[in-house]
């Protein structure tokens, strides 16, 4: 199957990175390569590391990024180990890091790869198709309360006490393998009622899973915090995300790296001598614009956030 991947806010993106021709960049998720694409185009002298921990992205994405010589360096791994990768190549400094948090539409249009709701395939959901934990573990061997847990916090999910019960009933008689099975289990523990508005009923707890599967979370803090230590003055980081969860996370960790003086109020004096290394540059966050919504439905939830190296 063709990859392909509709890169989301990329103008806003290339406008909110201000490219130096001569920088060096990050692209953290380079999926189909869609970012990269148009970023290398404003290097003349810089480079752009893309890593992807999706050996079958890293290929395509390589493949049509091969025009380019070597000012692109693809990398297989995950972004949070950034700074280990750019040990690895040599590069003390950076001038730019991009974050596209979403799945790919190959991923989600790929049955086998578990992704999608939409599509009958194994319980996978591995963004790196070299770890053994999947979407299959979590399914049939959490307990009924880490199943609850997941579901609620990641889903956001107002059903999952009965969701995760109906998995743990239904696994008793038989391991739960195909993303179908779960899609029936999910729907017949949402009542009727509440299934006939608002998004496909599994929606919440597949994104639960697959947050689980992939560490996706507890990453996103440290990563910024790597990235804004490596970069030089000036530099940006630009985090395009697409559930509440994320942005939050995104949103808080740019605040905190913004902040100055942390001692306590009381304080006459400051003596923690802190310094805020981030300015941020989007107050709000950036939204793709209706036309892009009506070309690209998967865009509707994106949101941009950007800050600068200070």
């Not at 509709?6 to 130096?20: A, F, P, R, T, Y």
């Not at 380019?68 to 950034?82: Q, T």
């Not at 630009?238 to 306590?264: M, W, Y």
């Not at 981030?278 to 939204?287: A, E, F």
Request: a negative charge.
């Amino acid at each position: 199957m063709e990859f392909s991947h509709v890169s989301i806010l990329l103008k806003e993106c290339m406008d909110g990175l201000d490219i130096k021709p001569d920088g060096i960049y990050v692209d953290g998720t380079l999926g189909g390569g869609g970012h990269t694409f148009k970023l290398i185009q404003f290097i003349d002298g810089g480079k752009v590391i893309g890593i992807d921990q999706d050996q079958d992205a890293l290929e395509a994405a390589s493949k049509r990024l091969s025009i380019f010589g070597d000012k692109f360096i693809p990398v297989h791994n995950n972004f949070s180990n950034l700074l280990e990768v750019l040990e690895t190549l040599g590069i003390k400094k950076i001038d730019g890091f991009l974050l596209d948090l979403g799945v790919s539409s190959y991923q989600l249009d790929e049955a086998e790869r578990g992704f999608s709701y939409m599509n009958d395939g194994q319980l996978d959901m591995r963004m790196n198709q070299e770890d053994e934990f999947s979407a299959y573990d979590v399914v049939n061997t959490y307990s009924e309360d880490e199943l609850t847990r997941i579901i609620r916090e990641y889903g956001e999910e107002n059903w999952a006490n009965r969701i995760a019960k109906f998995i743990v009933e239904a696994r008793s008689e038989k391991p739960l393998e195909t993303t179908f099975e779960l899609v029936d289990i999910i729907k017949n523990a949402i009542p009727a009622s509440a299934r006939k508005d608002g998004p496909h009923p599994a929606k919440r707890t597949f994104q639960a899973i697959r947050i689980e599967v992939n560490n996706e979370l507890k990453i996103i803090e440290k990563t910024i915090e790597d990235a804004v230590s490596v970069m030089n003055k000036g530099g940006r980081v630009a985090i395009i995300t697409f559930h509440s969860l994320e942005d939050r996370i995104v949103k808080n960790t740019f605040k905190k790296l913004a902040q100055g003086c942390i001692c306590p109020p009381e304080f006459p004096v400051c003596i923690c001598n802190n310094k805020p290394k981030v300015k941020i540059i989007s107050r709000k966050p950036i939204l793709p614009s209706e036309r892009e919504v009506i070309d690209n439905p998967r865009a509707r939830s994106a949101k941009l956030r950007i800050a600068e190296k200070k």
